[in-house]
């Protein structure tokens, strides 16, 4: 239970104690400033406490808004401010300041609530202040402005604004016309019956898995109900997260959960494809891998482009101003949205491809949709970063290098150096390209010299900070060397087994990545070291692979992979649920691009 402490005896007619137990809080009235301070320190520690003007006028989301959020440690709207636990001593601290002879602040204002607040951002604490729109929240000092200000809150349609706020908002074409129009009203039917966003999520992921399974019946109605129940989850997707924004029950669980289940959902879909593709007699696991290798690259690139630049100084590039000024434009906005094949097109395509042609067919588009969309988006930020004036911070060069995911390998290289050699990029790259040349040569020993040159040019190329305009490539690169590797060693062996394997050995190094994407995110770090080491680094993984299948027979080299990715999913799993289920986990929501 919250407790929501009263300043004073709310004016007559006031709705203020009924709307606050309607949000779940326990209200207290204090007498005056001196007790409400007295009320305020008996409140269990461990509770979300609110401190609410007793004269406030406003609407009901206003207040859930501004007193509800579990993101926030510290939030407030005009007359209200709210602390959970950990933003308790400021709160506690800035209260005592007004209650001080002369207070904290010299602010020509009667209402406590926002004296603290004003406290609380002279003290520099960092306090959420929500757009409300044009939903009122006000403290109004006379029976005129009362009512001026009642009549403001009867002219706006609460729910209408509630329901407009579940949106995303910013989201591609087809999930702004073709899904939100009613799946935010699924959102609000799924609110009204007790439902939570995770089991929303959940039921996606299931949906998703039935469509996976459908799709591998190999069969024509198969796959039709598989395009149906994949545009299914889809809508169950988007509703998850405008439950959560409708009723803000975000949730650190909830927000790994919607990230990770995503892209879950879309590989086992692959894998159904792929499956039902063989029940027909067409082996298309390489195309399948090859989707999911370019669609993981591509939100690689994605995420070091945005931690290089997310926090830089005198970030400034003509190329930006120029992308800015299309997008005021109303219909280069979608069409850039929709080239850039975000998860709604994207499914969308597959869905409708999957039911009127061939597995092989759905991924012969997607591929070519997806390298047209990898390619437009990755020369556009080459383009920006070359012509950005921009410094980039440690933090950024750190997060770029635990993205890079070197291992104990690499790290060696690291040490033994004796001068820092020069551009990482080009290191990384020259290292990339030996191995590549190597692992197509079809020699049996040549991938495991390019592996060996491509682990010491790894450790090479992270001996400087990632700081320059396009060292947010590296480890994309890096992702693509890796995974190629196994692909194009898998379909070397050429043996029934071996391509499904590799499928689930990328996707377990995939997981790993997608999984420090996140804690980085959340302004956790990477992985621990021990887990790294654990499973070897990039360069180690793929040294090991090429090592196996140097050494091994085909059959033997398809048992290997299939044990090294049950291996690494395992390690990868047990770590990184215990640390999303934890209490320290940060709090990731995403609502900036559609993945």
Known sequence: MSTAILTGQPVPGSSIEGDLRSLGFDVRTASDAADAETLLAQVPAGRRVAVVDPRFVGHLHALRLGLTDPRFDLAAIPGAVT????????????????????GGTALAVDSLADRVVAALDADGASVHHPELGSLVAAVPADPQARNEARQAVADV???????????KARDGFFTTFFISPYSRYIARWCARRGLTPNQVTTASLLTALIAAACAATGTRAGFVAAGVL?????????????LARYSLQYSTLGAWLDATFDRAKEYAYYAGLALGAARGGDDVWALALGAMILQTCRHVVDFSFNEANHDATANTSPTAALSDKLDSVGWTVWVRRMIVLPIGERWAMIAVLTAVTTPRITFYVLLAGCAFAATYTTAGRVLRSLTRKARRTDRAAGALADLADNGPLASLVARATPVRPGNPLLIAAFGTAVL????????AWAPVAGAVVYAATAGQALCRPLKGALDWLVPPLFRAAEYGTVLVLAAHADVNGALPAAFGLVAAVAYHHYDTVYRIRGDAGAPPAWLTRAIGGHEGRTLLVTVLAAVLTASQFKVALTVLAVAVALVVLVESIRFWVSSGAPAVHDEGEPA
């Not at 994949?230 to 169950?236: E, G, K, M, N, P």
Request: hydrophobic share 45%; charged share 20%.
């Open 83 to 102: 602390a959970q636990p950990a933003g308790r001593q400021a709160l506690t601290r800035a209260m005592a300041r007004e209650n001080s002879a002369g």
């Open 157 to 167: 349609d609460d729910e209408a604004v509630r329901l407009k706020s579940a949106v």
């Open 230 to 242: 994949l545009i299914a989850s889809f809508v169950l997707d988007c509703t998850d997260g405008q």
């Open 436 to 443: 590549a040349g190597c692992v197509f040569s079809g020699a």
